[in-house]
């Protein structure tokens, strides 16, 4: 009696259906690889922290304030100040986070009311400044407001440039002030 061989291939399996220390340790290895891809892939996906913010010319010295702002930070222009003629410079600008989830959205999760950006260029007559950059200590305002501040000093200008950043969460505000506040330079 001739018989056929079986079409299933022969498999080793240790008794009680349990798979071989080879074949656990490839799934695991496999598992491993594929979290770290989908790790990767939302680390890579993650938007940018910070922008570039630039203001217009100020007055007719033609100069512009940079600064690092947090992502979805825009400036308000109701709160602008600045007169295109005034040789002095004089300027104020304020920034904040723009919400432009739709309004249901905007409704059930509100965003902190008062974080803000301020920037203020104004002429530096009387104004004691060291040659470096130096930082006023954080305070709280009231019981809801960290503020972190910075003043720089235009060159050959006679300007003065003051960053004050205001935000209402104390983790936020430590991990994104001193970044916001070195960034500040007037070109």
């Known amino acids: 009696m001739n018989v056929l061989p079986s079409l ?6 240790r ?6 220390p080879g074949r656990l340790a490839l799934r695991s290895a496999a598992l491993v690889v ?15 922290q910070f922008v570039w ?22 400036e308000d222009t109701r709160f602008r100040y600045m007169d295109p003629g005034n040789p002095s410079g004089v300027a104020h600008f304020e920034l904040a986070l723009k919400d432009r989830r739709p ?11 008062g974080d803000a950006l301020t920037v203020d260029v104004r002429p530096s007559e009387g104004i004691l400044l060291p040659n470096t950059p130096q930082w006023r ?6 019981k809801t407001k960290y503020l972190g501040s910075h003043a720089v000093k235009v060159p050959n200008n006679g300007l003065i440039a003051e960053l004050d950043y205001y935000r209402s969460d104390p983790g936020a505000f430590t991990s994104t002030f001193k970044q916001i506040c070195d960034s500040l330079t007037v070109e």
Do not use: C, K
Request: proline share 12%; aromatic share 16%.
């Open 8 to 13: 299933q291939p022969n498999r080793r399996q």
């Open 15 to 20: 008794p009680y259906g349990r798979p071989l």
């Open 34 to 48: 594929a979290a770290s891809a989908m790790g990767l892939a939302y680390w890579l996906m993650l938007p940018a």
């Open 53 to 74: 913010w630039t203001s217009p010319p100020i007055g007719r010295t033609g100069l512009q304030v940079h600064a690092l702002v947090p992502s979805g930070w825009d």
């Open 103 to 113: 309004w249901f959205l905007r409704f059930l999760v509100r965003y902190p009311e």
């Open 137 to 142: 200590e954080n305070f709280m305002v009231g």
